[in-house]
């Protein structure tokens, strides 16, 4: 079975440090992996994704997410934070060898950047 | 155009209206879906259209009955909710593949009284 794990419900940071958003995952097959961006009232936003390659991935708004097979994890990132970051993140998997068109999502952390 | 367009924002119904949501995109992505949305929480898949044919159904009740009219729109139709249905329905949108991102619009707050 899929599952997507997002072990922080709150991240607190603030603007200017580095941010990390945890993620790790479980699928039977090779994984492709998401990770999208809700403002309030919104609906989600893509930020980057993992297909194969690079384990670094880089994407919208200066964000960036390291695959680790390893560890079976895509944790992502911003070198430095800004207050507009603030918002809730869900990390998002598919199964590449199922075929199927479902994402499973983490339940979502979420990221208050400080002034 | 990378929108999904989802109208309307707001509505609220009572429990023996008859209602719809639509959904529209010009992307040419061929799958599209219905995602329910508690606050504070994941989405959770309704449906999926490929091809506008219903490709999955997450045993949804028959109160919520989807519909794929051309490779462009898709609607949700809605009768005899209940007010635990209350929710943000999400409509999204992809090419087809597993590797393929989903572009979401901005919803659709429901509110059943």
């Known amino acids: 079975a899929q599952s997507v794990a997002q072990p922080e419900d709150q991240v607190n940071v603030a603007e200017g440090n580095p941010l990390t958003v945890k993620c790790t995952y479980s699928?039977?097959?090779?994984?492709?992996l998401f990770w999208y961006v809700q403002y309030p009232n919104r609906g989600l936003q893509f930020l980057l994704k993992?297909?194969?390659?690079?384990?670094l991935v880089k994407g919208s708004y200066g964000f960036e997410a390291e695959f680790n097979k390893s560890q079976t994890s895509f944790h992502l990132k911003k070198p430095s934070a800004l207050v507009s970051d603030s918002a809730l993140y869900f990390c998002?998997?598919?199964?590449?060898?199922?075929?199927?068109?479902?994402?499973?999502f983490g339940t979502g952390t979420r990221l208050k950047v400080l002034a | 155009d990378t929108e999904v367009t989802q109208t309307p924002k707001h509505l609220v119904m009572g429990m023996t209206n008859k209602k719809s949501l639509k959904c529209e995109q010009h992307?040419?992505?061929?799958?599209m879906y219905w995602y329910k949305q508690k606050a504070k929480k994941p989405p959770e898949l309704m449906f999926v259209?490929?091809?506008?044919?219903?490709?999955i159904n997450e045993s949804v009740p028959s109160r919520f009955s989807p519909e794929c009219p051309n490779s462009s729109l898709l609607n949700l139709h809605l009768h005899a909710l209940q007010p635990e249905d209350s929710a943000l329905y999400l409509c999204?949108?992809?090419?087809?593949?597993?590797?393929?991102?989903?572009?979401f619009g901005q919803g659709t707050r429901l509110t059943v009284v």
């Open positions: 992307m040419g992505h061929r799958a």
């Open positions: 993992y297909i194969t390659g690079d384990n």
């Open positions: 259209y490929s091809y506008e044919k219903l490709s």
């Open positions: 998002a998997v598919r199964d590449a060898t199922s075929g199927t068109y479902k994402y499973i």
């Open positions: 699928v039977s097959g090779n994984p492709y």
């Open positions: 999204a949108s992809s090419q087809r593949g597993s590797n393929t991102e989903a572009f």
